[in-house]
């Protein structure tokens, strides 16, 4: 399994507004076109209503890669620069879990 965290800040609730209509439209395309991808949740956080939170979980690196590659996560990687004032990636490595098998 491979998994990360992203932490999306964004400027203002304009950009929050169109930011969280890009992540709709990717998120079809992920759930039609990526078997590889096992969660995909998106967050907002509460106490904090420009920040977005996502999980995403594959079932291995080359799932990730091949999600990278796809025509609407290039779109959004692209056209979320407008709307972000700051992202933080996390790399994570499963410990002792409920859900999720670790290595």
């Known amino acids: 399994m491979f998994a990360l965290v992203v932490r999306f800040d964004l ?11 890009l992540v709709a439209e990717t998120g079809a395309g992920i759930r039609a076109h990526e078997p590889g991808t096992l ?4 967050h ?5 209503p420009l920040a977005r939170v996502f999980y ?20 959004f ?5 407008m709307y972000t004032q700051d992202v933080r990636v996390e790399f994570l490595k499963v410990g002792p879990s409920k859900g999720v098998e670790s290595s």
């Open 11 to 21: 400027k203002d609730d304009e950009s929050a507004q169109a930011f969280d209509a």
């Open 39 to 42: 969660i995909y949740a998106t």
């Open 44 to 48: 907002s956080v509460e106490g904090a």
């Open 56 to 75: 995403e979980c594959y079932a291995d690196r080359e799932a990730f890669d091949a999600h990278e590659r796809q025509p609407h996560v290039i779109r």
């Open 77 to 81: 990687l692209k056209e979320r620069e």
